[in-house]
């Protein structure tokens, strides 16, 4: 399954090179076609596996092979889709391709603790409980629970967590925004 261009933006879209002066001789673009998928809007390709792996979607009657351009559109999401097709030009000159970074290990760690702390809550446990879980019961018995700075992460996670499964998910293909 592959996100839309719309709604992720680390999809690199590509179409057929134009003929520029001088450009007559602009190599193919080295994209693997063996994980592809045509569909209605394209050919969708991954490049690369893991956290170096890149969607890339090629518009049109573009096809691995022959020249290609990528395709940036001016919107909101600009910045997001330059750091994916720069991630794929320096996978396609010295790979693998660097791994993407919208989702940092400390991002998946705070992700993994939000499902945690949710799920837990909707077992019924509560606040307290799920903080000695994620953060150890030592560290929740060191200070007084109604003051607690570690209360007050875990309702957030809780609160995060919901928010996620109620459609903020989406936030997880978009770089954090400072």
């Known amino acids: 399954m592959f996100w839309a261009p719309e709604a992720d933006p680390g999809t690199v879209m590509l179409t057929a090179a134009p003929l520029l002066p001088g450009r007559e001789g602009t190599p193919p673009a080295d994209l693997d076609p063996v994980a592809a998928r045509l569909g209605d809007d394209g050919l969708h390709i991954v490049h690369g596996v893991g956290f170096a792996a890149i969607h890339v979607q090629l518009l049109g009657d573009a096809r691995p092979g022959q020249p290609l351009t990528a395709l940036v559109p001016l919107d909101g999401d600009a910045l ?27 991002r998946r760690r705070r992700l993994k603790h939000m499902l945690q702390a ?19 019961a030592d560290r929740v018995a060191s200070d007084p629970w109604k003051t607690s700075a570690l209360r007050d992460a875990t309702i957030r996670l809780v609160r995060d967590g919901r928010g996620m499964i109620d459609g903020g998910y989406r936030q997880l293909l978009h770089r954090r925004r400072a």
């Not at 720069?86 to 970074?101: E, F, K, S, V």
């Open 80 to 106: 997001d889709r330059l750091e994916a097709l720069a991630r794929l030009i320096r996978g396609l000159h010295r790979p693998p391709a660097p791994p993407d970074m919208r989702l940092t290990a400390q």
């Open 118 to 136: 949710l799920d837990g809550k909707t077992s019924g446990a509560s606040y307290r409980e799920i903080a000695e879980v994620i953060f150890g």
